[in-house]
């Protein structure tokens, strides 16, 4: 099944096509995004979203600008509307990266936009102060007005008082500059605590951000996803492909790069890891996918995903990952896979 009915060899094909197409034929219709019409409510926040953020983690650091404005320009162009960064994404140049194209492209109405912060070395932790400073720092970078979703990292802050964060939190969204609330890095006790603070009248958080894969299922298969359903939170993980190792692409240790991603991936590529790399190719041949499609299929098979966040490196990536949205796994599929990553 092809939703998308693309793939890494289709800007070739469709050359070949050119080349032999009648010079009188008549000039194609140029439509919306195919993706234009799958959205999935975001939670209780009152966006829709597509059931795949595009992460801007590489951008500036792995990929140039002229790349990501070529990766986001083929996401927007499927019908895809979530964007998701971070300010301590490469010291905050993915978000002057987005910002110009934004700016370039006219597209700030049609994108969702959602920020990650707290883990910037200018403005580190969720304190008060760090929180305002880190919002400005990014609504300027960004170029933009208002942040749809703002995650709050805690991974670096853990001994902030929460109903200090949540009061700061409540004045950036009286003052129009956020408009919905996130997390990462959050224990679920904390997010407990968090839910009685909003019965209290603070901000709600309303979507989590959890680092979830076939082969990284804790510790988001636990209290935290016990949590996560209860209090009706939308999950967007992030890590979706697991540094790309869960695309397929990384079979052999003496081809991955050297450095930290090539590192991230070598730890994959154990027993376990070929065990769920050989059950993703036999989903994959039997629907016709790439690899990264199954792997993105499998997650939102999983009750209380609603957007998985998926960072890519070229634009045929995108052409891969957008046609996970449109994989229908069986459960026997859905079985073997999770069965593999156990």
Request: hydrophobic fraction near 45%; charged fraction near 20%.
């Amino acid at each position: 099944m092809r939703l998308f009915g693309v793939g890494a060899g289709a800007p070739a094909d469709h050359a070949r096509d050119e080349a032999t197409e009648h010079p009188s034929a008549p000039i194609p219709i140029v439509g919306p995004g195919v993706g234009e019409t799958i959205r999935v409510p975001l939670g209780e926040t009152g966006f829709e979203t597509f059931p795949l953020m595009l992460g801007a983690a590489e951008f500036g650091w792995n990929v140039d600008l002229e790349t990501s404005h070529g990766i986001l320009d083929r996401y927007i162009e499927f019908g895809g509307n979530a964007i998701h960064t971070a300010d301590g994404f490469s010291g905050g140049r993915s978000e002057h990266i987005i910002g110009q194209w934004l700016r370039s492209r006219g597209h700030r109405d049609r994108a969702l936009l959602s920020v990650r912060i707290g883990a910037h070395a200018d403005n580190p932790g969720l304190g008060s102060v760090n929180l305002v400073r880190a919002v400005e720092g990014s609504l300027t970078r960004l170029g933009v007005e208002r942040i749809d979703v703002l995650y709050l990292d805690a991974t670096l802050d853990g001994t902030t008082n929460l109903e200090d964060t949540l009061a700061t939190v409540e004045w950036l969204v009286e003052a129009g500059k956020i408009s919905a609330v996130g997390a990462f890095g959050f224990a679920p006790e904390r997010l407990v605590e968090a839910r009685i603070l909003a019965s209290a009248g603070y901000p709600r958080i309303e979507v989590i951000d959890a680092p979830y894969n076939l082969v990284r299922r804790l510790p988001f298969e636990g209290d935290l996803r016990l949590v996560a359903g209860a209090q009706n939170l939308a999950v967007t993980p992030s890590h979706a492909l697991e540094h790309g190792f869960l695309s397929g692409r990384h079979r052999s240790k003496a081809l991955m790069a050297q450095g930290v991603r090539g590192d991230q991936l070598r730890t994959q590529l154990n027993r376990r890891g070929i065990k769920v790399l050989r059950a993703l190719d036999q989903v994959a041949a039997e629907l016709g996918v790439p690899v990264a499609a199954v792997s993105i299929a499998w997650l939102l098979a999983q009750r209380t995903i609603a957007a998985p966040i998926v960072n890519a490196f070229a634009t045929d990536h995108v052409d891969e990952l957008m046609q996970g949205a449109g994989v229908s796994l069986s459960r026997t599929q859905i079985a073997d896979l999770t069965r593999a990553g156990n």
